[in-house]
């Protein structure tokens, strides 16, 4: 190969400046984020140090430029391969935001059978109560809800809230700790092939649906939305995300799809999976417990059921929203670097 040396070097150096400037800046700020942009000109650059050294290597007189250019490409080699740890980079609201969402969508499948089995429930305690009324003390054993639909508006309405009046905040951290655990036993239940975290859904279900059946048949639908909206437009969603990550963890255990794996190799591979979902679904419930302790327990003429109603349908609208298209740009972006790389 012959070419003109010193007009080679005036060319590239440029170039091989650049990319000694990015590699520096890269190893210096470990939180530096590269944009699809740079990571675009970043692998231009060292593909063009690469060739660049592949020519230089017929000049064997010119051993410090042949050095300085293997250990450039070999830097930016580095870069481009190393498994470099997301976790020294971890920030919440990126997690929360982008990483939650994405990795709800990726396993969207075990979401819509979660939601079939908590629907599947909710039928049938709805049935059994409208059928047999006298079926609601066993669908529904909480004393609050053993009274008739009819007492429970009016001892609500006359009280209004001042049962609460000085223990809110303890209420609420009851509901987020008790539905908390409801969600861990949805995950871990998983490990029974799934059969557990079923069983948790379809009778979660089941009280949904029997409080439902009970307070609609006694023309209390308005009360009911308004009590359970607010809070339920989160917590049940919530509620869902759990059994969906169960039903990650027992196709895990089964190891379906004819995966080769070993159970243990399995497990590894989706507890990264696991443990958003379940400590995204815990940050839902947080919030739906202090709605339900500061807002759904307060009803007419405190605060109008319309307004209780607009509040948990904007709500959902705007948890349906975000799982479904919050962190897009960034898995956009993943997916076009990917392949820019090997196309």
């Known amino acids: 190969m012959i070419i003109d040396l010193e007009k080679f070097i005036r060319e590239e150096k440029p170039f091989w400046s650049e990319l000694e400037s990015l590699l520096d800046r890269l190893e210096k700020q470990p939180d530096f984020r590269m944009n699809i942009d740079t990571v675009k000109r970043f692998h231009y650059l060292y593909q063009r140090a690469s060739a660049d050294l592949a020519k230089i290597m017929t000049f064997s007189s010119e051993k410090e430029i042949r050095r300085f250019l293997e250990s450039l490409v070999g830097r930016s080699y580095g870069e481009i391969y190393e498994t470099r740890s997301e976790e020294r980079r971890f920030s919440p609201l990126y997690w929360f935001f982008s990483t939650f969402p994405m990795t709800f969508r990726a396993h969207i499948a075990a979401f819509w059978v979660s939601l079939m089995v908590l629907l599947s429930g909710a039928v049938f305690g709805g049935v059994s109560v409208y059928a ?95 009590w359970l909206l607010p809070h339920g437009s989160i917590e049940i969603p919530s509620i869902l995300i759990a059994g969906q990550a169960g039903l990650v963890l027992a196709k895990a255990v089964i190891g379906w799809e004819g995966e080769s794996l070993t159970i243990g190799n399995r497990l590894r591979k989706i507890s990264p999976d696991l443990t958003t979902l379940i400590f995204g679904a815990a940050v839902l419930l947080v919030w739906a417990g202090l709605v339900e302790a500061f807002f759904s327990q307060y009803h007419e003429p405190v605060i109008p059921y319309n307004a209780k109603i607009g509040f948990g349908i904007i709500e959902f609208i705007l948890l349906c929203l975000f799982l479904t298209r919050s962190g897009q740009r960034d898995a956009s972006e993943k997916n076009q670097y990917a392949h820019d790389q090997y196309a």
């Open 132 to 226: 047999d009324p006298e079926a609601g003390r066993i669908l529904m054993p909480y004393p609050h809800l053993t009274v008739t639909p009819a007492e429970r508006v009016a001892e609500e309405e006359q009280d209004r809230g001042r049962r609460l009046e000085n223990v809110k905040a303890g209420f609420s951290s009851f509901l987020i700790v008790n539905n908390t655990k409801v969600s861990i036993y949805a995950l871990a239940l998983g490990m029974t092939w799934g059969i557990g975290t079923v069983l948790i859904l379809f009778l979660n279900g089941a009280l949904l649906g029997a409080v439902c059946a009970d307070y609609l048949t006694a023309g209390q639908g308005t009360f009911l939305a308004g």
